[in-house]
């Protein structure tokens, strides 16, 4: 059932390090897209600090959605809903955009869909078209169902078989680390700068991928992934490689490495990390023989992780730009654009916060059209 038909939707995120506003037209033309991140700010603690993080959002978020609104060359008129995420994330990073998004429901009379952050992170698959000032390379077509969606961020490893908008199954995912947190661990290890993903993906660049070899972990659960045993098994090799026993800290070993260590462990963890996803990518794949497969989180940016799909799997795929695979707004003005089209909006003041929300327990899950 369609309850409202929307147009241009502003999306507000704020769930992690990154404080960002979009404005989204039907669900595919991207009007502007502004992303204020942290990475600086945490760079020097070597992660995310959640108290930081709040504090940081509550200085720029009212900044943030002013020029999305300007860059997209829109007023409060033109917009006829807004998207935020609620859940999952830090608690106090999400509560500074949900309660942003509210205020301005109320003030400025618009609906508001209540969005999870990790399905939103597959529709940023579903831009195709920009306006004029934006520079960025989208895929032509929208992704197509049956759709498999490998979900890949600091926070989750999953892949999920989408039938249609909302109606999908989770096939398997991490029994533990999520193997963004497995590319900060090791860059921490190797003493390289947070966030781990781009700084292992730079030094891989002068390593040997087959200098180590490290263990692929074997599962139950066919579509199931483990990231917690290979960053183990980096410490182990880089304590031996080093010559100290596993008693020795982790934080020391860095200094004992010598240039050429680091790329060559870079290498080898980036390529079994990526050959473990794409392995059970591609047999989801094979077994449920979708239309179109996508990639989406902070993960889906990896070079390594594209090369590796496209060499594997006979269709061809349509990449989401970099800018578009980590946080941002746009993913949810997207999703809040399909979502608004089978749901109503929610009452502004009774939109709450969920830190811990699964992708399967949300509204969206339960949609069937
Ligand atoms: O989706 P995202 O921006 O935030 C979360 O929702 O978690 O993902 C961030 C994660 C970080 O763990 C970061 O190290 C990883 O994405 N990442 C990458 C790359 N760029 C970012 N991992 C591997 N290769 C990359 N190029
Ligand atoms: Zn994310």
């Known amino acids: 059932m369609v309850y409202f038909t929307v147009v241009k939707i502003l999306g507000i995120e704020s769930s992690c390090d990154e404080t960002a506003a979009a404005v989204v037209e039907d669900g595919y033309r991207l009007l502007s897209n502004v992303v204020h991140s942290q990475i600086d700010i945490h ?23 002013n020029q999305a609104l300007a860059n997209a060359n829109c007023t409060w008129d033109d917009i006829d809903a807004i998207a ?6 830090l608690v106090g990073s ?17 609906p508001l869909y209540p969005i999870h952050h990790v399905e939103a992170h597959v529709y940023a698959n579903f831009i195709t078209a920009q306006s004029d000032t934006l520079e960025l390379t989208l895929p032509q077509h ?11 961020s600091g926070g989750h490893s999953q892949l999920v078989l989408f039938r249609d908008h909302g109606d999908y199954e989770l096939l398997g995912q991490t029994q533990d680390d999520a193997v963004g947190e497995a590319f ?24 040997n991928p087959k200098a180590y070899q490290l263990p692929k972990a074997r599962l139950q659960g066919k579509y199931d992934f483990s990231f917690s045993g290979l960053k183990t098994a ?83 795929i349509e990449y989401a730009p ?3 695979c980590t946080d941002n707004a746009a993913m949810i003005a997207t999703l809040g654009y399909f979502y608004a089209q089978k749901h109503q909006p929610s009452d502004p003041s009774e939109v709450s916060v969920t830190p811990s929300l699964s992708m399967t327990k949300t509204a969206w899950a339960q949609t069937r059209s």
């Open 43 to 65: 760079a020097v603690y070597g992660g995310v600090v959640p108290e930081v993080a709040a504090r940081s959002h509550i200085e720029v978020i009212n900044p943030v959605i």
């Open 84 to 89: 935020v995420t609620y859940a999952p994330g």
């Open 94 to 110: 999400l509560l500074v955009g949900t309660l942003a998004a509210r205020t301005l429901a109320i003030t400025h009379n618009k």
């Open 142 to 152: 929208q992704p197509q169902f049956p759709m498999l969606a490998l979900i890949v």
């Open 184 to 207: 900060d661990k090791v860059a921490k290890i190797l003493g390289l700068p947070y966030p781990g993903g781009p700084s292992i993906a730079t030094k891989a660049l002068e390593g």
């Open 234 to 316: 980096v410490l182990r090799a880089v304590q031996r490689e080093v010559g100290v026993d596993v008693t020795f800290p982790s934080s020391g070993l860095a200094e004992r490495l010598d240039d050429a260590q680091k790329a060559n462990f870079a290498a080898s963890f980036q390529h079994t990390a990526i050959e473990t996803l794409v392995d059970k990518a591609e047999a989801a794949y094979h077994d449920y023989s979708p239309d179109s497969v996508v990639i989406a989180g902070g993960v889906a940016a990896s070079q390594e992780l594209r090369r590796q799909l496209s060499d594997r799997l006979p269709l061809p």
């Open 322 to 324: 970099m800018s578009l």
